[in-house]
């Protein structure tokens, strides 16, 4: 076991044919903004069937977009699930609005409808949008939740980056794709390495909204506008014979530099090739990792399934009862990176956060710190084996002290 490689939480798949389509970018005549990014572009928003797609640099850059395109500010709130990455309830902070935790259903680390209509009573008026989460890839309650958003007359973006691949039912026998937007304004996913296909960074937005992608579009390279119909001041942007000045370009407001390159975009494209290999395959592994935990449960059990999806999954979390199995999560992990075997736990609460929590002050989200008390990630990558799932579920019972029939878990 000393002699096999050490197995990561998460892992990127890159092959030769990933390798050779960023050489070809790098010979080609543009490093950014130029054909391999109108291409990813137009392959995501094909694959999961959004009339666009906006590229950018990363998942958060992403989500900044989406918080700007729909003028989100000081004043507005943003309903956030407290179980998610940091830049979900980061990017309300950046526009100048604030954020409303809701809590999560600790089997599932989901917002439900329930849990949102809790945090829509304590944001009051102010609630301006909501960000649902894919968490570990299985995702919201889309149906009910847009649904109370738009009674409330909420935006609604779906933090996609766990669910890429994945599919809800939007009706009897219907299913659209994550990513679709049937039941949102957005939604944005992120290509850093440990997602589910890898461009090094970057990000993507997919919207059925001509005038958000436009907003986002102009955001994303600095706020400037090259359409002539659009052009403000008339005698500096038009000649004599009423022609537009070639050098011309507007900025009707500030924006940013949130491009992506040529060379992440070529990555990209060629690994959205790969999206269904890759998510076959996670879904074979959740399957054995299920298989393999299930006899240790109750100490030792898989992540709650919900009933309305086809998860597109990033993450395989356990559910521990450390304190019945009498280790501490510290102990356990380092146990495992002993065996070779890498974890992480996802996420730290948000409202724990010392930034958060000097600014909202202490509250209690029991669901959220339940999940976050008994979560452990193990290892879940498109490379991996079912031997694999094998090796990290010895170790694990092992650490947990579940492998010596002390009916300690055993049911
Ligand atoms: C990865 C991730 C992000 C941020 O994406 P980056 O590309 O790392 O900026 C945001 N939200 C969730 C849920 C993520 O997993």
């Known amino acids: 076991m000393a002699d096999a490689p050490f197995l990561p939480y998460g892992k990127q798949v890159i092959e030769d044919d990933d390798v050779a389509a ?10 950014t903004t130029g054909p391999s990014v109108a291409a990813f572009e137009d392959a995501f928003a094909a694959r999961v069937g959004a009339r666009h797609a906006v590229s950018c640099a990363n998942g958060t850059a992403a989500l900044h977009l989406t918080a700007l395109a729909l003028g989100l500010k000081p004043g507005d709130r943003s309903i956030v699930p407290a179980i998610t ?43 301006k949008s909501v960000y649902p989460v894919h968490m570990n890839g299985q995702t919201a309650d889309m149906a009910a939740i847009s649904k109370r958003a738009r009674a409330r007359g909420l935006a609604v973006v779906e933090d996609a980056c766990h669910a890429l691949g994945g ?18 304004d957005m939604a944005i996913f992120s290509f850093h390495p440990v997602k589910i296909i890898a461009c090094g960074e970057g990000g993507m937005v997919t919207t059925n909204d001509d005038t958000l992608a436009a907003a986002m579009r102009r955001q994303r390279s600095h706020g400037m506008v090259r359409e002539p119909g659009q052009f403000e001041d008339k005698a500096q942007a038009f000649g004599p014979d009423g022609s537009s000045n070639p050098w ?16 992440h975009a070529a990555l990209g494209l060629s690994q959205l090739k790969k999206l269904d290999r890759f998510a076959a395959r996670r879904g074979k592994l959740v399957a054995a990792y299920d298989r393999a935990l299930s006899p240790y449960a109750p100490v030792l059990c898989p992540l709650g399934r919900t009933a309305y999806d086809a998860p597109g999954w990033h993450l395989y979390v356990a559910l521990i009862d450390f304190e019945r199995a009498g280790i501490d999560r510290g102990a356990c992990m ?13 996420y730290l609460p948000l409202h724990r956060q010392p930034y958060y929590r000097r600014r909202y002050g202490a509250m209690s989200l029991p669901g959220a710190e339940r999940y976050y008390a008994e979560a452990l990630s193990l290892p879940l990558s498109a490379q991996m084996t079912e031997d694999d799932v094998g090796r990290v579920t010895r170790a694990l019972t092992a650490a947990l002290g579940l492998d010596n029939k002390t009916d300690k878990g055993r049911r």
């Open 167 to 184: 599919a809800y039912r939007v009706a009897d026998g219907v299913e659209a794709k994550v990513g679709a937007c049937r039941h949102s």
């Open 22 to 31: 960023v050489a070809e970018a790098l010979r080609g005549d543009f490093l």
């Open 248 to 263: 011309y370009y507007e900025m009707p407001e500030p924006g940013f530099n949130y491009r992506l390159s040529d060379i």
């Open 334 to 346: 380092r146990r495992l990176v002993a065996a070779g075997i890498g974890s992480q736990v996802h």
């Open 85 to 127: 990455f940091l830049a979900t309830a980061n990017c309300a902070r950046y526009v100048g609005a604030d954020v409303t935790f809701a809590d999560v259903d600790p089997a599932t680390a989901l917002m439900t409808d329930a849990t949102f209509e809790d945090a829509l009573g304590r944001a009051g008026a102010a609630a």
